[in-house]
């Protein structure tokens, strides 16, 4: 059949298809180390789960409005309002099923053929595809590992044109880790102001922090930079409820007006019984969100430990979410474990899960040639195996 063109040129997402790849190596029997999708391994907490019951239980189980159930969006309001001092009205809330498809009504109802969405690199790796999707341009700004791999608000500013629609920001940011300075995201806003530049702010692992970092919610960085910010957030990473799909934006009310116009012709509303489990997560006790936490810090801290030992890789500590994303350039061109050459970051994760059953993300599907990601969302004995197999796998070339 005929496909269309905003289709044939769309690959699947290196995240899913590294985790599939492992996944299927693991029904062939392989045993895998497997760093690849982000997502936490904790099951969801039991009062989430118990809401969900009672709400299939109590008949929740039709349609609901497109935008999602008063009672969530005025949860998510009073969220905001308690976390960070920012008001918000249910009528600028639109929740979604994930917050990768909050990010796509986002870009399809600002952007279209011409524009120009700025993105910081390394980005996630949805990020160009869903611009893409809509015939807008992404135009790639590049950080590095010296400066944290942190946008500077210069770096904004000298990447505007008249075509520039809006900047996506994601803090903490996926893959690098970066908790952006409260500094730096006060100048980002300053520019978004003066510019007047929407920026759509993914702050998914706002509640994942290290080290005493502070998370601000871009939309309180400067009086008038509300008014140009949809902040995308949701459940799947704080909550461990990535299988629920429950993300959503925080907007002004023409962009939620419009974003709620296109779901409802789209996919008419997220899962009814996903949405009663959201409302617990937001509404209910609070320290599931602690003792995960705890567990990062210890996996976090473990991990750095360990690469830190591994000659010639390099990193930037990740002040949020929970990857490693460090640079392995140095063992490109020459011998590692069986006598493989690897000569760029994809060639060097295929070879690791072949040699080694060690699986991780290419920082190729990133835009972050010579880096791979390593998510330490699983349990400390399989990053122990799986690390050492790295190292052997590296050894002969150290
Ligand atoms: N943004 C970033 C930066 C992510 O890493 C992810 C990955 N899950 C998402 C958005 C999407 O999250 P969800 O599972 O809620 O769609
Ligand atoms: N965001 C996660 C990741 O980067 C989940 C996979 C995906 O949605 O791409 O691994």
């Not at 063992?331 to 072949?354: I, S």
């Amino acid at each position: 059949m005929h496909l269309s063109e905003a289709v044939r040129s769309l690959k699947p997402s290196a995240t899913i298809a590294a985790a599939t790849k492992a996944k299927e190596l693991k029904q062939q029997g392989v045993k895998v180390y497997e760093f690849t999708l982000g997502e936490p391994d904790f099951n969801t907490p039991q009062h989430i789960r118990d809401a969900a019951l009672e709400a299939m239980n109590a008949g929740h189980t039709h349609y609901t409005p497109s935008a999602g159930i008063l009672q969530l969006r005025q949860a998510i309001c009073d969220t905001y309002e308690r976390d960070y001092g920012v008001s918000y009205k249910p009528n600028q809330v639109v929740v979604s099923n994930g917050a990768k498809h909050s990010i796509h009504n986002v870009l399809s109802a600002l952007c279209g053929p011409g524009d120009e969405v700025i993105i910081p690199t390394p980005y996630w790796v949805s990020y160009s595809a869903l611009v893409e999707l809509t015939g807008a341009v992404p135009v790639l700004v590049e950080t590095t590992e010296e400066s944290g791999f942190c946008l500077s608000p210069e770096q904004f500013e000298a990447a505007i044109t008249d075509k520039t629609r809006l900047l996506m920001l994601n803090n903490p940011c996926n893959p690098t880790g970066a908790a952006y300075p409260v500094s730096t995201l006060e100048g980002l806003a300053r520019v978004a102001v003066k510019h007047r530049i929407p920026v759509l702010s993914d702050e998914i692992y706002e509640k994942l922090i290290y080290d005493g970092s502070e998370f601000r919610c871009f939309a309180t960085l400067h009086p008038e930079v509300k008014d140009l910010t949809i902040v995308v957030s949701g459940v799947s990473k704080a909550y461990a409820m990535t299988g629920w799909r429950i993300g959503w934006t925080l907007a002004p009310v023409d962009v939620t007006k419009a974003m709620d116009n296109l779901q409802s012709q789209q996919t008419s509303n997220p899962c009814s019984i996903s949405q009663y489990a959201a409302l617990a997560a937001l509404n209910g006790p609070q320290e599931c969100i602690d003792e995960m936490l705890a567990k990062f810090v210890e996996r976090r801290s473990y991990v750095l430990g360990r690469l830190r030992e591994i000659p010639h890789i390099t990193f930037a500590e990740p002040g949020g979410a929970f990857y490693a994303f460090f640079n392995v350039s140095h063992y490109f061109g020459k011998p590692l474990q069986g006598g493989v050459v690897v000569n760029d970051a994809t060639e060097f994760c295929t070879a690791l899960l072949e040699q080694g059953n060690v699986a991780l993300v290419t920082g190729d599907a990133f835009g972050a040639p010579g880096y791979v990601r390593l998510s330490f969302a699983t349990n400390i004995e399989t990053l122990a195996a799986g690390i050492d197999r790295l190292a052997e796998f590296l050894n002969p070339a150290t």
